[in-house]
C-alpha cells in the first residue's frame, strides 16, 4: 500500500449549538468543527417533531385501521 494515497485522516472533534461535542475522522484541517444542528438535538433524529393535524386525519385514520 502506498501510503501516499490516503487521506489526511486524523480526529476532530464536533461541537454542536446544543453543547453536544462528539469525536470523528476527518480529512478538513483542524481539530474542532462546529455544526449547528447534531443527532441529538435534530428532531429528524430525536423524534420529537409533531405531526401536524390540524383537522383530525391522523384520527381518522386510525379509527379506519383500528389502530
Ligand atoms: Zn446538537
Known sequence: MN???QPNYHEVEIECA???KFITK???P???I???ICNKCHPFFTGKQK???TNGKVE???KRHNL
Open 3 to 5: 501510503a501516499n494515497i
Open 18 to 20: 446544543c453543547g453536544e
Open 26 to 28: 476527518s480529512t478538513k
Open 30 to 32: 483542524g481539530d474542532k
Open 34 to 36: 462546529k455544526i449547528d
Open 51 to 53: 405531526i401536524v393535524d
Open 60 to 62: 381518522k385514520f386510525q
